[in-house]
């Protein structure tokens, strides 16, 4: 079963935010990144004896990739085992464990590997582990998150088609396999370790056996979990300048604030909204603000008044996504118009902010959205939408939503929901009855708009949680599903995106910037939303 975090989360250059009037805006002034797009920070200077970081998610439940479908496994994971291909810092996707891929037909991939690639035991990677380790996604018996996934089902067959080659075999023509196999889906690990291990692969007691550049060395349940440089990683361009990476799992947003205050925490991700304002004015690190693929937005389940577009789009239309980003966000997050947030893509921009600056503006309009309820008919019950009870941002979020629904005559009912039974709205259809939205910081695995689309739209996808059809629109994703033109791509996957806004099955809010705080004695990490894929950890070194 697929799980998405639901927590709070960020796209820019180190922060300013001083002055957060409301400058004259240009019809288009909400497409673009909330504080600009910086990608990287400065480089180490040296190499750093530890490091000590927080996951503020809280502890990873599984290191197995088959089970790493979340922001606490990916953060880690991601400097242990490595795929197939990489996604990198600019989101462009290049060869990872595969040194080339070919494409020779419309269904078939083949991956060519590297050679003296080592696990950490040392033995040397071979065919066979990438073939066993593809092929476990494919195995109901291993439960794999990403068995759900639109993309495991067209996979036809998995097979050593040489020494060092191995070659995938579609059902039908799929261009977003390649890069999905950025993600755990194309992870590589030992297959002898995994067999010996059993069902105790990736848990504290047993651990993992993977390439990257660092190496587990201890998880203390319930604390820490603790990572050596692997001295003879294959990557020279990436050795971990870090001897040592410390994991802590500090969720309360206070306690995270004075731990980086203080020092006690070297670094996170995914700084708490609360603490932006002292952040950004710490005397012992930096704040920054990197370009992002996430966007926070209400979901819509399909059950009561909800249900009608009509008042969804009308709400839309009446909540003030530009203050929320200013106040609630800190100036942190910019106003969406889509659920394909600017910048999230990695090919035919042009197509894709045309359709953008063509959707609905985010400014406000009332009356419009009165008309729209007239239309609908008031609904005589509360529109309940569900929040994770542990995030303050979402209620604050959801203030400024109840109160825009006040004003057009709907009666917004949030209703928080302890964390530990939110995961549950992602996956289970019983977990959402009785409520007409539910909250969420979602993001996009890659910077493929496609894959993002269809897991949402296509008849029983996993995260269709209305149950949208539209049989043009299925038509459409099969056409652009197959079709390597990247040009051509971004134009029937614009056509898409448009035909599913105009009836609003997720509200989309604001796309947040990827909020990355360091303390001043370390620096490297990569500011862009890539922390869940790519070995960040390995640039974090030291300032001086």
């Known amino acids: ?38 990608i990287d920070t400065p480089a180490a200077e040296a190499d750093a004896d530890r490091v000590t970081w927080n996951v503020p ?16 496994e990916n953060e880690v994971l991601s400097n242990l085992c490595e795929s197939l ?16 891929v070919d494409h020779p037909t419309p269904t078939t991939w083949t991956y060519n590997l590297r050679k003296g690639v080592r696990f950490w035991d040392g033995q040397e990677m071979t065919a066979d582990d990438v073939v066993f380790s593809l092929k476990r996604h494919l195995d109901p018996a291993e439960g794999s998150f990403w068995a759900a996934d639109m993309l495991t ?9 040489g020494d060092l080659q191995v070659t995938v075999t579609l059902k039908t023509p799929d261009v977003v396999i390649n890069d999905y196999l950025a993600t755990p889906l194309g992870a590589v690990t030992q297959a002898a370790f995994t067999q010996q291990a059993g069902a105790g692969f990736g848990t504290p007691d047993k651990g993992v056996m993977c390439t990257g550049p660092f190496q587990l060395t201890s998880w203390e349940k319930g604390s820490r979990i603790k990572l050596s440089r692997n001295d003879a990683y294959w990557d020279r361009t990436l050795k971990a300048k870090a001897k040592e990476f410390d994991f802590r799992f500090i969720t309360d947003p206070a306690t995270l604030t004075n731990a980086l205050k203080t020092g006690e925490i070297d670094g996170t ?18 704040l920054y603000l990197g370009r992002s693929l996430q966007m926070v937005a209400v979901i819509g389940t399909g059950e009561g008044p909800f249900a009608d577009p009509r008042l969804r789009t009308a709400l839309l239309m009446a ?28 090919y035919g921009s042009a197509a894709y902010e045309e359709a953008y600056d063509k959707l609905p503006p985010t400014t406000v309009d009332i009356e419009g959205a009165k008309k729209l309820v007239e239309e609908a008919g008031r609904p005589s019950g509360p529109i309940t939408i569900a929040y994770p009870s542990e995030r303050r941002v979402y209620e604050d979020l959801l203030a400024e939503v109840q109160s825009a629904g006040k004003k057009i005559g709907l009666d917004i009912q949030p209703k928080g929901v302890p964390s530990a ?19 969420t910081t979602n993001y996009f695995d890659v910077a493929e708009p496609l894959a993002f689309l269809r897991n949402r739209i296509d008849p029983g996808a996993p995260e269709n949680y209305d149950n949208f059809s539209d049989p043009e629109v299925t038509a459409l994703l099969g056409q652009a599903s197959a079709e390597s033109d990247d040009a051509k791509r971004a134009e029937l996957t614009a056509r898409i995106e448009t035909k599913y806004m105009a009836t609003t099955p997720w509200l989309p809010i604001v796309a947040p910037s990827t909020r990355l705080f360091m303390n001043s004695r370390i620096t490297g990490a990569p500011a862009s939303f890539v922390y869940l894929y790519y070995p960040w950890a390995a640039s974090v070194g030291s300032a001086k």
């Not at 089902?153 to 088609?161: R, W």
């Not at 942190?332 to 394909?340: D, F, N």
């Open 57 to 72: 998610y809280g502890e990873p439940t599984s290191l197995d990739p088959l089970k790493s479908y979340n922001y606490p």
């Open 269 to 286: 991700y995914d700084v708490p909204t609360d603490a932006v304002d002292q952040l950004s004015n710490a005397t012992n690190g930096t």
């Open 421 to 439: 039974r939110y995961g549950a709205f992602f996956s289970d259809a019983e977990a959402r009855k009785g409520y007409s939205g539910f909250m």
């Open 1 to 38: 079963m697929r799980r998405r975090a639901f927590a709070a989360v960020a796209v820019a250059s180190v922060v300013s935010l001083a002055g957060c009037g409301s400058p004259a805006q240009s019809p288009n002034a909400d497409r673009g990144s909330a504080a600009g797009t910086r």
């Open 319 to 346: 909540t003030d996504r530009e203050a929320i980003g200013k106040t609630v966000f800190a100036g942190t997050a910019a106003p969406l118009r889509s659920v394909i947030p600017p910048g999230s893509y990695s």
């Open 153 to 161: 089902g067209n996979i036809a067959s998995v097979e050593k088609t």
């Open 85 to 100: 291909m990489r996604i990198n810092p600019d989101f462009s996707i290049t060869p990872g464990l595969a040194e080339s």
